[in-house]
C-alpha cells in the first residue's frame, strides 16, 4: 500500500524561504579562520580540537567568526552566544562542575514538551547565554531531508537562535541548542504553519517515536517502520505534546533484529520485524 499522509505536504522553496544572502552564508575566509581567537581564554576547551577527529570547538569557532561578521540586525539574539558558550565550558573544566542551572519550566503556548529550559548560573560573565534553552524538532521518518529544507532550517536558527544545532540528537530529534524566551513562539510559529514542522517530546510525555531507515533503503526489513512510526505519531499527538505520565515513555520501530535505531536499548516499547511464519521459497521464481 502506497504511504499517504495525513494532511497535504506543501513543498518548500528555499530560495521563498531563505533570511541570508549568500554572502552573508559564506562571510569568512579559510585564513580569517585560522587567526581569529574568540573573546574568552580557553585552553582545555581547545585540547578537544587536536587529533584525526571532527570537533564541535572547531565547528563552533566557525559558527562563532560567522556571527561576529553578521550585521546586528540579522540576529535576533546576542552575536557572542558561541564564544559565551565555549568561554562557560572552560569555567566548567576549571572548577569541576556544570554551570547550567536546571531548566525549570518553559516552553510554547499549548504544548507541554518539546522545549528544554536551560539558564546559566553565571550570567553576569556570558549574558548571552543568560538563557540558552533548546528545542527538540520532530525528525522526519528515517531522517529523509532535502537540501531546501535543511538550508531553511539552518537560516531560520542562524536568525532566531545560537545558529548551533545537532544533527541528530540521541532523542532522534534534530536539536536546536540555545536560545532566549522571547524567541520561543516566533521559531514554533515559523516551524508549524511555515514549515509543516512540528515539536518533538520531552519531558513526561511520549517522547518523539523513531523508526530504522527500514524498507526505504534496507533489504532487512520484515514490515514498513517508516509507515507505522508515522502513524503511531500521529495517533499519539496529545501524549506527545502534553505530559500526562509520570515519566517519560518511547516507542521505537526496528525493521529487523539487527536493531539499528537500538529499540531494545533506548525505548520503553520496541517494535521489531520478524518472520511471520515458516520461510516460503517460491519454486516457480
Ligand atoms: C558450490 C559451492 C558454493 C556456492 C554455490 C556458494 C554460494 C554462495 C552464495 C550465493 C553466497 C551469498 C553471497 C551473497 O551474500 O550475496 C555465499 C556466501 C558465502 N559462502 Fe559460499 N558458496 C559455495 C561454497 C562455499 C564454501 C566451500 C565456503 C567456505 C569454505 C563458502 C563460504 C561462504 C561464506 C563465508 C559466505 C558468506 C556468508 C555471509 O556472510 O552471509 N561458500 N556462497
Ligand atoms: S533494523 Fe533491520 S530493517 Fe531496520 S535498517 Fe537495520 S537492518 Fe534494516
Not at 84 to 99: A, I, K, P, V
Request: glycine letters at 8%; hydrophobic letters at 30%.
Amino acid at each position: 500500500m502506497a504511504f499517504e499522509p495525513r494532511e497535504p505536504q506543501k513543498e518548500l522553496k528555499y530560495d521563498e524561504l531563505r533570511i541570508y544572502t549568500d554572502e552573508e552564508l559564506s562571510n569568512y575566509t579559510e585564513e580569517e579562520l585560522k587567526n581569529f581567537k574568540i573573546k574568552h581564554d580557553i585552553p582545555d576547551v581547545e585540547e578537544l580540537e587536536k587529533g584525526p577527529w571532527p570537533s564541535f570547538v572547531a565547528d563552533a569557532k566557525r559558527e562563532a567568526l560567522h556571527r561576529r561578521k553578521l550585521s546586528d540586525d540579522r540576529m535576533m539574539i546576542e552575536r557572542d552566544v558561541v564564544e559565551d558558550l565555549l568561554g562557560q565550558l572552560q569555567l566548567s573544566f576549571d572548577d569541576g562542575e556544570t554551570h547550567w542551572k536546571h531548566g525549570g519550566i518553559v516552553g510554547v503556548f499549548g504544548y507541554g514538551g518539546g522545549v528544554i529550559g536551560r539558564y546559566s548560573d553565571v550570567p553576569e560573565k556570558y549574558p548571552s547565554i543568560a538563557h540558552f534553552h533548546t528545542l527538540r524538532v520532530n525528525q522526519p521518518a528515517s531522517k529523509f531531508y532535502n537540501s531546501d529544507y535543511l538550508r531553511t532550517i539552518c537560516d531560520l536558527w542562524e536568525y532566531r537562535g545560537s545558529g548551533l544545532m545537532n544533527m541528530h540528537g540521541s532523542t532522534g530529534d534534530i536539536i536546536f541548542l540555545g536560545t532566549f524566551t522571547e524567541q520561543l513562539e516566533p521559531i514554533f510559529y515559523e516551524l508549524t504553519h511555515v514549515l509543516q514542522q512540528d515539536l518533538g517530546g520531552s519531558g513526561s510525555n511520549l517522547r518523539t517515536p523513531s523508526c530504522c531507515v527500514g524498507r526505504a533503503r534496507c533489504e532487512w526489513a520484515c514490515f514498513d517502520t517508516q509507515d507505522m512510526c508515522y502513524e503511531l505519531t500521529h495517533y499519539y499527538q496529545d501524549e506527545l505534546h502534553r505530559p500526562a505520565f509520570p515519566y517519560k515513555f518511547k516507542f521505537k520501530f526496528d525493521g529487523c533484529p539487527n536493531c539499528c535505531v537500538a529499540s531494545i536499548a533506548r525505548a520503553d516499547m520496541s517494535f521489531i520485524g520478524t518472520w511471520r511464519d515458516e520461510i516460503r521459497i517460491d519454486q516457480e521464481a
